[in-house]
């Protein structure tokens, strides 16, 4: 069955520094989506991508973040200048078709970004 | 106020009971979600619903459009079943999450 990877599983990093979160979404699959959760804390949206520009974004999505789909494969979220309070697990997910229209997401196993 | 309230936060049951989780929203959606998350953090989704009623094994989740409601029934309960059940919502492109409800299933 198809699936959504993400690598690494843990990152650990100093703060101030930059971090390349990756994922490889569903291959057939048009829309991408970096969530992210705090523990203890529910699942929050971060941003979407389809056809190579980002789509929508939160408000937690400032300047420290952004997105690339470098090589048609591959999706990466960037972090510059790590803080304390951007320690969570970070969801990569895709789907076929556009959320609004009702389209199921599959979800990456996650990342766990811890920076001390 | 959050656009996405599920009740209860915690639930806990014996093996084999009938267990309901209930979902419900304040915004326009397209679609309502179910999801599991288990203790190493991964998200699994469950059901895509959009009216009515699904069914998955054990497994059954309705859908009040009228009165922006979804349940999640868990049927015959099983250890296994322990994990965070989320609903979430699609209006737009993302999903808004709930804060999700906590079952543990013990023998």
């Known amino acids: 069955e198809p699936e959504v990877t993400q690598t690494p599983s843990h ?11 990756r994922c490889v979404p569903i291959s057939n699959h048009l829309y991408f989506y ?5 523990l203890g804390q529910k699942v929050e ?3 979407s991508f389809y056809n190579n520009e980002i789509s929508e974004k939160s ?3 400032d300047d420290q973040f952004s997105v690339e789909r470098p090589d048609g494969s591959n999706f990466t979220l960037k972090i510059r200048s790590t803080k304390l309070e951007d320690s969570a ?3 990569c997910a895709s789907s076929a078709n556009a959320g609004g229209r009702g389209a199921e997401a ?4 996650g990342t766990r970004l811890t920076v001390v | 106020k959050n656009e996405v309230e599920q009740s209860p936060q915690n639930l806990t049951a014996q093996e084999g009971e009938f267990i309901t989780i209930n979902c419900s929203y304040s915004v326009g959606i397209s679609a309502l979600h179910w999801l599991q998350q288990h203790p190493g953090g991964g998200i699994v989704s469950l059901f895509m619903l959009s009216s009515g009623k699904k069914k998955h094994g054990r497994l059954i989740a309705t859908i009040n459009i009228q009165e922006k409601h979804s349940s999640l029934h868990i049927t015959a309960s099983h250890p296994r079943d322990s994990a965070v059940y989320i609903c979430a919502v699609s209006g737009t492109d993302k999903l808004i999450f709930g804060t ?3 079952l543990q299933v013990f023998p």
């Open chain 1, 11 to 21: 990152q650990v990093t100093q703060m101030g520094q930059e971090v390349i979160l």
């Open chain 1, 34 to 38: 970096w969530y992210r959760q705090i």
């Open chain 1, 45 to 47: 949206f971060l941003v």
């Open chain 1, 59 to 61: 408000e937690i999505f």
């Open chain 1, 89 to 91: 697990m970070y969801f």
């Open chain 1, 106 to 109: 599959f979800f990456g196993q």
């Open chain 2, 100 to 102: 999700g409800t906590r």
